[in-house]
Every structure is written in C-alpha cells, then in structure tokens.
C-alpha cells in the first residue's frame, strides 16, 4: 500500500554502514591490545550504545499510520505530480511536511485507488481552526468510541459516505476548541 520500501532499504543500508565502521573500529583497538570481553553481554552493549545515539521513533507513524511518498500516491491514483498538488491545494488531499523536509500522504486518504470524497467539505472546516496538517490527520485518523460502543474514525464515516456528518463534527470539533 504505501511506499516505504526504498526509505526501509536505504535505512538498512545506513545500518550495514554503520556497523561496519564500529566493528573496523573496534578491531583497531583489538589489534592496539583494548580487551572488547571486559565490556559484557554484547546485547547489554548494543542496547547502551543505541540509547546513547538519542533516535526516537515518531509518536505521529501510530497516529497518521502509513503514508506514500508523492511517487507512490501519483502510481496509487494513476495521476500525475500536477494532480496530486491541485488535490491538496482543493483540500482534496493532506500533505504533511516533515521536518526532515520529506512531503508524505496520510493513506487513510485513498481507499480503492481513490481519494476519500468529502475531504474538501471537512479540511476547510478544521483549517478554519488550525492550519495544521498533521492536526488534521490525527483528527480524521484517531479512532473513538461511537455510541454504539464501537471505534470509529471520522475518515472512515467519510469514505462510507457520512459527510454531512463529519462536517457536522468538524464545526463541533472547532467551535468547543474556540469556546
């Protein structure tokens, strides 16, 4: 669905790299007489050396959930770069900017090859509160218990045809945030 394998492949490689160098490294300070067995379990080692590195993984992969890359939502719409950026610029489609400067698309937005219709009714509501969006995304993606007693999320009212409704939401969403 998404398009995460070549970001996966070049990560792996980064990994490959990075090993590489420690382990050419620490055969230096072998072969200058440095005793690597006093430092322990080798997993205890790893896991105090990948703590001190400071990565993080971003709470938002779990709130947004899988995206494409402009490439991989142009090849999933069958469209063009143009296309995509009129969808966004329509409110058709979000657009979240990283900032490590990636562009990704939430791929909650697609379902059958297709943009979820009533995202431009939806998105200039929210946008009339916060233009954000990323708060748009957690908001149309995070799922919440319905009076029936299961989740639902507001993308999928959307894509089940229920616009009225979720712009309904999204004027109550914004109004309790200004009140």
């Known amino acids: 669905m998404s398009d995460f394998r070549p970001q996966v492949e070049a990560e792996a490689r980064a990994v490959d790299a990075l090993l ?3 382990r050419e490294r620490l055969l230096s300070l072998v072969g200058d ?3 690597v067995t006093v430092l322990g379990d080798p997993g205890s080692v790893a896991a105090d050396v990948v703590a001190r590195l400071g990565l993080v993984k971003s709470p938002w992969a779990d709130i947004v959930g899988p995206c494409f890359t402009s490439g991989g939502l142009q ?6 770069r143009a296309a995509i950026s009129k969808a966004v610029r329509e409110g058709r489609a979000i657009r979240l900017d990283t900032t490590d400067r990636r562009t990704l698309y939430p791929a909650f937005q697609v379902r059958n090859r297709a943009l979820v219709p009533g995202l ?3 998105l200039p509501i929210l946008r009339s509160h916060v233009d ?3 708060a748009w995304a957690q908001w149309l993606n995070t799922a919440m218990l319905s009076d029936g007693g299961h989740t639902e999320r507001y993308i999928d009212r959307l894509a089940a045809g229920d616009v009225a409704g979720v712009a309904a939401a999204a004027r109550h969403a914004v109004a309790a945030h200004k009140a």
């Open 20 to 22: 590489g160098a420690i």
């Open 33 to 35: 007489g440095a005793k």
């Open 75 to 80: 090849q999933e719409l069958g469209v063009g």
């Open 120 to 122: 431009s009714e939806v």
């Open 132 to 134: 954000d969006a990323w």
